[in-house]
């Protein structure tokens, strides 16, 4: 009796020891990780901006800290409305401009007068940050504040003295609104301002002159939950990702060092090897411009804009912070609300059915043959397991079968990153009419990475992690089959006389006639660049998906005669014809040491009849060069000018559109516009687009 006792004990505990041996350790972190305050950051995923300052009240980008408080009126205010479009278009907080680089304090700031206390806003009484806490909170939103390092208006700014006024606006800022999850420290720093009455240009070093290591301990000390964000000195916690379009790169590590300069590839890709944990941060604007300005109302993005920033931040393993500028009136216009809401609504769309869920998944290994780490916790739906292998190896893949034939377009995959971001690079096959197709290869994961492509229909899907800095960790995998946008798209005539036409959405069908009948499904389809005559033409075009049936409405774009002939004389300079390209985008401005008035020549190469010319300008925010008066004038050799047309451009600074004029039509061969003056009272004029009316 005692022996078998014995043995059966022998015998349990030999399973028992069989049992822990065979059970593998997790793996152990590879690299810099991020720490809770970042992870917790990067699962926002998505959260608004807001605009707000005296300079919305003078149509300026920056203020110049000479502004009057008097004029900082927005009399309907209601954060309540921000804090509502916010939650409803499904973001997780905001972050509110409390100091732009104006100096002017959204808070009543014991440390100056330059606030909301010497506004008429609320009698002087308000604080608008205390407005934006509480709406955010009765939201369920998490709140954020800008702090301007630069300040335009403070006297003190570039001494000494003024970093402790900085600490003391912080302060109250960190300490009098409850929990803050994220503080900006913009890097626009230094330059000319107001400097309590200086008026003078003053420059400091922006890696020193903050003592970022003490500013942000201090911030910590005060907020140990928050994120810091900066993109100029001491490495913070997030990074800027090196442009405000909206993008990040598709190669998008979450790593930097420590120390040393960021060159601005290194912003938008991370570096693969950096020793610190920063993940970017991707800010943009839902205008052009991050203050409100009406020339801007038309200039809204749109839906499909929106998407392709959806996909190029969120979806390539970053944070996408969206800025809506505030109205003077103190509210976030309607056409802005209208598109993050459609836009709100479209990722729902895209991402309500996860496909992924009717799949079966095996993988080429499987970390010590523990089920813990199995193909299937991919799937589970569980952010905490991931499928993983051993340590040593770097190239796996995971193949998931369908119950049935399944139509996708998207693929979604993250890395369980709380181990270190490791893949370097991966690739999507499908099997499909009896044969392996390869849909993607791409770089790295991180967090989070969408990867679109057009609808195939597949019984399997097989992921290959091709490298890895160790063995991969892949917590998730959906697949959805996202329906269309259907938009207009954008056409354009190149100057051979080609039409393009740009998709909104690239799964787009369009479908075009230029005999000025209605398109449908049974006209030409869009394939390549249309060659055209050189006459003039009419495109209508309607965007199709076949899916849902459905299309746009007909869109229709005129064009005048192809500038297929036309030489810009006077001028050796190719970026020239970059104001015949038809790209809206691409401008070309004359030789700077011309004073006005400056002729832009231009020979048709035949007699034309012409009865009018239009004229965009540079597109940019910042664009200068922009004509406002201006006379034309015609001649059929080059020499003899006469006199057609004159006059000015009205509103084009405010409205900076095409502008088209008319006259008598005439005969001739060369044209001549002649800028007389433009925006800036300066000698600079620049063109996007030049064209001619004929008969
Ligand atoms: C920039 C600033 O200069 C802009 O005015 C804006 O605040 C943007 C978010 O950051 O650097």
Redesign the pocket.
Known sequence: MRVKNLLSTLLLLTSIQFFAFSQVNAPLPYGPIPNEHQMRWQQMEYYA?V?LSVNTYTDM??GKGDEDPEIFNPEDLDCRQWARICKEAGMKGIII?AK??SGFCLWPSKYTDYSVKNAPWRDGKGDLVREMADACKEYGLKFGV?L?PWDRNHADYGKPEYITYFRNQLSELLTNYGEVFEV?F???NGGSGFYGGANETRTIDRNTYYDWKNTYQFVRTLQPNIVIWNDGGDRADLRWVGT?SGYVGETNWSLLNATGDVPEQMLRYGLENGDTWVPGEV?TSIRPE??YHEKEDTKVKTLPQLMDIYYNSIGRNGALLL?FPIMPNGLIHASDEKVVLEFAHAIKKAFSVDLAKRSKAEASHVRGNDQRFGADKALDQNNETYWTTDDEVKTASLTMHFTQPISFNRFLIQEYILLGQRVKSFKVEVFTNGAWKEIAKETTIGYKRILRFHTVQATKLRLTITDSKSCPLISNIEIYNAPQILAPPSIVREQSGDVRMIPADFESQLYYTLDGSNPTIKSDKYTEPIKTGDGKLVVKCIAYDPVTKNSTPVFEEKFDIARKHWKIIGTADKNAYNMLDGNVHSQWYQDRNQKMPVDLVIDLGKVENVSGFKYLPDQNWWAGGIITNYSFFVSPDGREWKLVDGGEFANIKNNPLWQSKSFAPVKTRYIKLQALGNTQHDNEVGYAEIDIITE
Do not use: K, L
């Open positions: 901006f605009h980008a920056w401009t732009h680089h800008y301007s900006w913009d890097g626009a405000e800010n991050w203050f800025n």
